[in-house]
């Protein structure tokens, strides 16, 4: 059972089993936000109850990470009140849950990646909601709830920065692209690969780190999607963040260690420019 069926990761999760199905390992039902609202206890019991999943993914999220900071009790019942519903019904039915979660729990400031014994102090409402819902899901079903945190998703369907540089690079624009904000971008299509594997493996509860290997700049990730593009990188220019106001701080260092994932025996992700190369092919094809 996937919930959030509308988003991009759910999306590549789908045409992962999709392309699978002739193997006859899944039976698959998902559910967008208008056939499942995660907020209402009666609702996810009664899916739950009918469906009976032997694994709940829920990629349902409220990701708007500015509005959020005007709308904190809206993030709230989508990102810790639903896992923590959807955890409940879960531990009745005897399935299992996995939910995912951001790099955004961090504070930001670290300089080196993230591991799952660094401390969680997010400075946005966002963050602060879904840290929420990690604890909410963990205490409801301690034993089968397994967190994967990851960051920087990109792939489509939708609006998701590396569909914006390829949007702007056939248009001829030349962006200013902050440089001083380091993440882990992630192709949605590896995420979505490594979790079917995770759901298929004894790896039962705890958390989790899953994101692309290396580090970038957001300019250096547009740099990047020009130049596989076939445009000139160039053409993309630094710009520091103070030039850019946003009203949710964002975390100047979000780069994530992969060390949880890989210690468990799960398939190491790969680089974050093979994803890309994947995720602009996939976007140009999808035109």
């Known amino acids: 059972m996937i919930t959030g069926a509308g988003g991009q990761l759910a999306h590549h999760v789908l045409a992962r089993l999709s392309s699978e199905a002739s193997t006859g390992h899944d039976d698959v039902v998902a559910l967008t936000e208008a056939e499942l609202d995660i907020t209402s206890e009666v609702d996810v019991r009664a899916a739950v109850t009918a469906l009976r999943p032997d694994v709940l993914l829920n990629a349902a999220a409220y990701t708007a990470v500015d509005a959020a900071e005007e709308s904190e009790e809206v993030a709230y019942a989508v990102n810790a009140t639903g896992p923590a519903l959807l955890a409940a019904a879960v531990a009745d039915t005897g399935g299992r849950l996995i939910h995912i979660s951001t790099d955004y729990v961090f504070a930001g400031t670290a300089t080196a990646p993230y591991t799952l014994e660094d401390p969680t102090v997010p400075r946005t409402a966002y963050g602060r909601t879904k840290l929420a819902g990690e604890t909410a899901a963990l205490t409801a079903l301690p ?13 489509g369907p939708g609006r998701n920065f590396v569909g914006t ?24 299509g590896d995420l979505a690969g490594a979790l079917v594997e995770l759901a298929r493996s004894d790896v039962r509860s705890g958390v989790l780190h899953y994101v692309n290997t290396g580090q970038a700049s957001w300019c250096e990730l547009a740099r990047e999607v020009f130049a596989v593009a076939g445009t000139d990188p160039a053409r993309v220019h ?11 701080p964002r975390p100047p260092w ?11 025996g799960l398939a190491a992700p790969r680089p974050w420019r093979e994803g890309v190369r994947d995720s602009v092919a996939a976007q140009l094809g999808s035109r």
Do not use: N, Y
Not at 143 to 155: I, K, N, P, Q, Y
Not at 238 to 248: F, G, I, K, Q
């Open 254 to 264: 979000s780069v994530l260690s992969t060390d949880s994932w890989t210690s468990t």
């Open 143 to 155: 034993e089968r709830t397994t967190v994967v945190r990851t960051a920087w998703l990109h792939g």
């Open 165 to 188: 540089m390829l949007r702007l690079a056939a248009e001829g624009a030349e962006p200013d692209v902050v440089d001083d904000q380091i993440g882990s971008p992630t192709f949605a």
């Open 238 to 248: 630094a710009a520091d963040t103070a030039a850019v106001p946003r009203p949710a």
